[in-house]
Nanobody, 117 residues
């Protein structure tokens, strides 16, 4: 059974930093595209960042320049380094993995990030 397990969330003050991790029990991990999403209370889940199998990254406008997504294929892990955090970054952060060209995709259970003002 495939599992994606996020960790690293917590409470931080405005301007602070956090590093999220997501470990995936996936074979052929290096072939998967990986992304982070977040969901604030009362709002829809929104895309934050993606890293492709070849390492190309993309970010939402609200996180560009402050967040960095990276992956370690040897550890089956994707990271999200978050700097200059703002209260509007508060939410549950989820990782997602999918294999392009197939119907295979997986979600983690989420980790809470709270940024206090």
């Amino acid at each position: 059974q495939v599992q994606l397990v996020e960790s690293g969330g917590g409470l931080v003050q405005t301007g602070g930093s956090l590093r999220l991790s997501c470990v995936a029990s996936l074979s052929r991990f290096s072939m998967y595209y990986l992304a982070w999403y977040r969901q604030a209370p009362g709002k829809q889940r929104e895309w934050v960042a993606t890293i492709e199998s070849g390492g190309v990254t993309n970010y939402s406008d609200s996180t560009k320049g402050r967040f960095t997504i990276s992956r370690d294929n040897a550890k089956n892990t994707v990271y999200l380094e978050m700097n200059s955090l703002k209260p509007e970054d508060t939410g549950v952060y989820y990782c997602r993995a999918w294999l392009p060209g197939t119907t295979a995709y997986y979600w983690g259970q989420g980790t809470q990030v709270t940024v206090s003002s």
